[in-house]
């Protein structure tokens, strides 16, 4: 497809890779000429300097003849006004912008007709929802959500005391004693398919798919005492903070942000009546202590610097808070982060991209395209969920007789309210929904690609 990204900052650098990494036709804008040459020697696309909201710019970028145009300027009127301009200059191109600021949002859906919207994107409160999910249940440092809710994949990292650690794959039912099927395990920052065979060991990070009502048993089993948060303590006051501190007061869970600008204070103290709002650096080892950290029951890391959020998260550890969750903007997983006990890892990027991609690949696949797109495993795997139709190839055949390609396995089958981790035995039928997780550099558009 041929596709304009307008705005080379980090959602925009991180959407490039992406999408040309699955053979798109990629134009670029941004009024940055030095950060474009980067992005043209990085990635070999076409780049165009200049204001994206123009119609001179917008028409040498080939808005008549593109797919899709992604605005994801740093200012939200822009990107509003580029979507509305591109819609006007091409009817049937469809456009997704990202809209951030919290006062836009009753406005954008009620507006997005005229606005030209296919869709809007908001980092920041996608990532205040994964992290308001991952305070529901404290022991999984990752929550990915299938068929409704009805399925997920976690995350678990297994350290010394385990009850997992040095367990082959085929010995654990006599230990977690509920439905999972653990689809991949991040060992060494590398991402492994494991077969029965496998042997699970300290330092392991594993993916586990689970109907969401198993997830209270799994923890149980394995020796994972976990309370609900009753008390949270939010350090930065940025937009992430606002919309996670609306949700968890609809939730009866007591908040405090501690944010160092005092302007912001007095907005956010405006805004939310039922959430303490502190001035004071959250830098500071005397404010962390004065504010309560080693009381609290989650520690939530949310400055804009990567550093200071790492900083915090790590002192929270060895205050031994029951959850750490932080925040990572522009630094990727890598090895190194891998080892650091930073709790949950939460990118808006990363959420935000998830999103795009998927909406990319139903354009692509009017029909049979993945109803829910995950990247996991810091990137190097993804989990996708299909709805099962006519064109469904080897309906009613035992997943044994099938002829699955490498890398690619069936991680859940949805017949209606029931979940099946599924055997040998397990096929599916027209109206399922198919979990698929690869860890392939193939993209699977659609349930049949998993085929050879």
């Keep these: 497809m041929r ?59 080939g808005v008549k003849e593109a797919d899709l145009l992604i605005a994801m300027t740093g200012a939200d009127e822009i990107n509003l006004l580029c979507c509305m301009t591109a819609h006007a200059m091409n009817p049937q191109i469809h456009t997704i912008a990202r809209v951030r600021n919290p006062e836009y949002t009753d406005q954008i859906y009620r507006m997005r007709d005229m606005f030209g919207l296919s869709m809007a994107v908001n980092p920041e409160r996608q990532a205040a929802i994964e992290i308001g999910r991952l305070l529901k249940y404290p022991g999984f440092l990752k929550r990915d959500t299938f068929a409704k809710g009805r399925v997920e994949i976690v995350e678990l990292r297994l350290d010394e005391k385990s009850k997992l650690c040095n367990v082959a794959l085929n010995d654990m039912n006599s230990i977690v004693r509920c439905k999972i099927l653990v689809c991949i395990v991040l060992r060494s920052g590398k991402a492994v398919a494991p077969d029965g065979n496998f042997v699970l060991r300290e330092g392991d990070r594993i993916f586990v798919t689970a109907p969401s009502n198993e997830l209270t048993k799994l923890l149980r089993n394995l020796g994972i005492i976990t309370h609900k948060a009753k008390r949270v303590l939010v350090c930065g006051g940025g937009r992430v903070s606002f919309y996670l501190a609306k949700h968890l007061e609809r939730s009866g869970i007591a908040v405090q942000i501690l944010e160092q600008d005092p302007v912001r204070c007095q907005i956010l103290a405006s805004q939310l009546p039922y959430t303490d709002i502190f001035q004071g650096d959250a830098s500071s080892e005397f404010q962390l202590e004065e504010h309560g950290i080693s009381d609290c029951d989650a520690l939530v890391t949310l400055t804009g610097l990567d550093e200071l959020n790492m900083i915090i998260s790590l002192y929270g550890n060895s205050c031994n808070v029951p959850q750490v969750i932080t925040k990572l903007g ?36 009017q029909t049979g395209a993945a109803r829910t797109v995950y990247s996991v495993a810091d990137g190097q795997a993804e989990a996708m969920e299909f709805l099962v139709d006519e064109h469904t190839l080897h309906c009613g055949e035992p997943l044994k007789q099938l002829r699955i390609k490498k890398n690619v396995l069936v991680a859940c089958i949805t017949t209606g309210s029931q979940q099946q981790i599924p055997n040998g035995d397990s096929s599916f039928h027209e109206g399922d929904g198919v979990i698929i997780v690869t860890n392939g550099d193939r993209v699977i558009y659609q349930l049949n690609d998993i085929f050879e």
Aim: include cysteine.
């Design 3 to 61: 596709i304009i990204v307008a705005g080379d900052g980090k959602m925009g650098s991180t959407l490039t890779r992406q999408l040309v990494m699955e053979g798109h036709d990629l134009t670029m804008i941004d009024a940055n000429a030095k950060v474009l040459e980067s992005t043209q020697e990085r990635y070999d696309i076409m780049v165009i300097q200049g204001n994206c909201a123009t119609m001179d710019v917008l028409q040498h970028a």
């Design 330 to 365: 522009r630094m990727n997983s890598n090895n190194i982060l891998d080892k650091l006990p930073l709790g949950s890892i939460v990118s808006p990027r990363e959420l935000c991209c998830n999103t795009i991609v998927r909406y990319v690949r139903a354009m692509q696949n």
